[in-house]
């Protein structure tokens, strides 16, 4: 009679702690899942921030650029200067 009373304690033990480590899982693997769609959700928001970008730089592309916007693009990103002009570097110190 004793031998199937700690049995069966035994039982009970084994699946309180399956069932535990199982919890400890299912909520683990739902705290990831919700990271996951956190991360989802600003990748979205940043792919149609680009995706406007894209749009508006083609619309450019597709109007052809003025003689002023491609001079500003050269002097701004490129850092090119007109042949006629004196280009000056300051110095720090």
């Not at 909520?27 to 406007?52: G, M, P, R, S």
């Not at 619309?59 to 500003?72: A, F, H, P, R, S």
């Amino acid at each position: 009679m004793l031998k199937r009373v700690r049995r069966g304690l035994l039982l009970k033990a084994i699946l309180l702690v399956f069932f535990v480590y199982a919890s400890a899982q299912i909520i683990e693997l739902q705290i990831q899942i919700y990271e996951k769609k956190q991360a989802i959700a600003e990748y979205q928001v940043a792919n149609e921030e680009l995706e406007t970008a894209n749009e508006s730089k083609q619309n450019d592309i597709d109007k052809g650029l003025t003689d002023e916007q491609v001079e500003k693009i050269a002097r701004e990103k490129l850092g090119l200067a007109s042949p006629d002009e004196t280009v000056f570097v300051g110095v720090p110190g």
